[in-house]
């Protein structure tokens, strides 16, 4: 769980900082669990989110996420100056996700899919290159940031990343109001 910057055994008490290490490094999981319990279960957040739409809610929380991750981050990062290829990495990994968010908007991005919502399939660029340019670019992100923050909140994040493609790469359960998703309906 350590910086690289920290030795293996630094001699002396356990500090409250290296106490919270690990539950820092766990935080990063927090979106992962909350968009697959929203990937499988969507129906039980539609019904949560009453009267609210449940894309913008969805998107409400991820914020208040993705703030506790950035907080995780700043506590445990050096301030060093990275390397130069972390500002490329940097750059085109937020360029992905804002191209994304242009491109698909707010539903697009917070499942609007699975809660029903009419969302137009898009095929330019980036997605003529790639097929999840967010969560590539999340993984551009975090590889810029490897530097300076602590090993396995990278490891958490660079198998998350991961993970959610897969989940989301398929719809295993039926969408919000029981309506089963094209690859559930066909007939086999």
């Known amino acids: ?22 539950a820092a490094a766990l935080a990063q999981a927090l979106p992962f669990v909350f968009y697959t319990f929203l990937w ?8 949560a989110c009453r009267p609210r739409d449940p894309s913008k809610a969805m ?23 990275p390397p130069w290829y972390s500002f490329v990495l940097l750059g085109a990994g937020q360029f992905l996700n804002a191209k994304v968010y242009q491109l698909i908007g707010t539903d697009g991005v917070y499942y609007g899919v ?6 137009k399939w898009v095929t330019g660029f980036p997605y ?6 967010q969560y590539i670019g999340c993984m551009l992100t975090t590889l810029a940031i490897s530097s300076n923050v602590p090993r396995a909140h990278c490891a958490v994040l660079l198998i998350g990343y991961p993970y959610m493609m897969w989940l989301e790469s398929c719809e295993r359960t039926p969408r919000a109001g029981g309506k089963l998703p094209p690859n559930l309906s066909k007939k086999k």
């Open 1 to 22: 769980f350590l910086h690289p910057s920290i030795p293996p055994s630094t001699p002396g008490p356990m500090t409250m900082s290296d106490a919270l290490l690990p």
């Open 40 to 47: 499988t279960y969507p129906g039980k957040w539609v019904d």
């Open 59 to 81: 998107g409400d929380v991820a914020h208040i996420i993705k703030a506790i991750q950035f907080l995780c981050l700043v506590a445990y990062a050096t301030w060093d100056f």
């Open 114 to 119: 699975r809660f029903n919502k009419d969302i």
């Open 128 to 133: 003529s290159m790639m097929r999840d340019p």
